[in-house]
């Protein structure tokens, strides 16, 4: 029997989960702009409209086939939005469903002064969508233990890949090394995302995991490597403190730890891309990083 996917949420990452399966399976996925429909068929994703509020009979439909469920769409401030939308057709409307893989955040973790987290470790998140990741976990995971199936949560760092990473901002001149001493990013290629959500699935495993590649690192280092790469002067450092940054992205540097993958590695999955140096080497070489 062939598998069919459903992508709630085919954003960046789900795309390229659909690339990497390069046509093994049927899969279809969520946008909330029509606009976006020929773009996610060129993934290979047979497309579908969510608003967020309301599941319609299209993806009821849909759903009622699925064997395997990926949901990256964020949750608001009513929780998340395919369970409160989709709630009882995922739980009486799916007879295939197999398997759940959610899509969270590194994030909810928050700050640990640098030091090393796992799966076990206290999550404290600084951010409110940070700490609405957390409470959408929570209700992922009830949903599976009521539903009887498992559901892998994916905590992701920070995503990098194809058309997004250090070269595509030095060459657009937008990148920056501003510099926090003991300052530690969580960074992850979305290729490894997609061979994690893969992995996870073909053993029907649950459970939190931390998709983070084996080198947390400042941001200032990753942009200084891509300029050597590249050929080009990286941009001059610049403090923390003398840094202008949107909100957002000064909470970035509100949390700070070191993500240990030891548990995805354990249960078997090996990284193609297990620290950045391999990854900037390998897209700068391959011609793969616009």
């Given amino acids: 029997m062939t598998e069919s996917w459903f992508l709630f949420g085919a954003g960046y990452s789900a795309r390229a989960f659909a690339r990497h399966m390069d046509g093994k399976a049927r ?20 497309p579908y409209r969510f608003d967020g509020k309301r599941t319609s009979d299209e993806v009821a439909l849909a759903l009622a086939r699925t064997s395997h469920l990926v949901v990256s769409a964020a949750p608001d401030d009513e929780g998340d939005p395919v369970l409160n939308a989709a709630h009882s057709h995922l739980m009486t409307g799916t007879p295939a469903l197999q398997w ?21 470790s206290e999550c ?22 009521e539903r009887g199936v498992p559901v892998a949560i994916l905590r992701l760092a920070g995503i990098y890949g194809p058309g997004r990473n250090g070269f595509v901002n030095l060459e657009r001149g937008t990148a920056r090394r501003i510099v926090k001493p003991g300052q530690y990013f969580n ?23 931390n998709i983070s590649d084996d080198e947390p690192a400042p941001a200032s280092d990753v942009v200084a490597f891509a300029a050597k790469l590249m050929g080009v002067e990286a941009p001059p450092e610049i403090r923390f403190e003398d840094a202008e940054l949107t909100p957002m992205a000064r909470s970035f540097y509100g949390d700070n730890k070191k993500v240990s993958n030891r548990r995805i590695r354990t249960a078997g999955y090996r990284f193609a891309y297990p620290d950045y140096r391999t990854a900037f080497t390998r897209m700068w070489n391959e011609e793969s990083w616009r």
Avoid at 32 to 40: D, G, Q, Y
Avoid at 126 to 145: N, P
């Fill in 100 to 120: 759940v893989g959610y899509l969270s955040t590194v994030g909810v973790y928050g700050f640990h002064d640098g030091a090393w987290v796992d799966e076990e």
């Fill in 187 to 209: 960074r992850i290629h979305v290729d490894d995302i997609a061979g994690s959500i893969e992995f996870l699935a073909a053993r029907r495993t649950g459970g939190i995991f």
């Fill in 27 to 46: 899969i279809a996925g969520t946008t909330r702009a029509v606009e976006k429909f020929p773009l996610l068929r060129g993934f290979g994703i047979e």
């Fill in 124 to 145: 404290s998140p600084t951010s409110k969508r940070s700490r609405q990741r957390l409470d959408a976990e929570e209700v992922w995971l009830a949903f599976g233990r």
